[in-house]
């Protein structure tokens, strides 16, 4: 009952059913709260700020917070709300990967993909998101890093460039 007394509240405070429309999930609420900003640029601070009350309200873990507005943000192309909310801790507690996924998914160019997949730690994570994103010349120097040559062998066979396979053939000879 309160989270339907806080979705009317909302929809009164901004005069649309789109910044949360009827629904008995606390996550779909707030998912919407942050959508609806990207159509309402002139109260987006405000509307982030309000999908942050509500998720307090209702005890959202600060991972699935993360999760959903990492989600939301992709949903409604709020690239650099995306790379504020990336920016602004020393490490997400989820992470760089849910932010990589969101820019390949959200077929943003190969300098943003970078942007999350560089700041990724575990190698072998990073060398899967060069991949997912087709960023292969990347992740041959991960799999060369790794000295994996099974890892090398697999970016040569996924890709059609030949500039790409003879430098996997280079890699695998440096490794010999």
């Not at 949360?20 to 998912?31: G, K």
């Amino acid at each position: 009952m309160d989270l339907r007394k806080d979705q009317e509240v909302l929809r009164n405070k901004y005069g649309s059913v789109d910044v949360a429309p009827e629904s008995s999930s606390v996550t779909a609420t707030i998912s919407s709260i942050v959508k609806f900003a990207a159509s309402n640029i002139r109260e987006q601070h405000r509307l982030l700020a309000d999908a942050d009350k509500v998720a307090k309200k209702f005890r959202v873990a600060e991972k699935r917070l993360w999760h959903i507005k990492v989600i939301a943000f992709a949903a409604s192309e709020q690239w650099s709300n995306l790379r504020i909310l990336a920016d602004s801790r020393a490490k997400p507690p989820i992470g760089y990967k849910p932010f990589a996924r969101a820019v390949i998914d959200g077929n943003q160019n190969s300098s943003e993909i970078l942007r999350y997949t560089e700041r990724i730690s575990d190698l072998e994570e990073r060398y899967d998101m060069l991949c997912y994103g087709q960023l292969w010349s990347n992740a041959l120097d991960e799999a060369f890093k790794m000295k994996d040559t099974r890892r090398i062998l697999n970016v040569k066979n996924l890709c059609n460039s030949a500039d790409i396979q003879i430098k996997a053939d280079q890699l695998m000879g440096r490794l010999a």
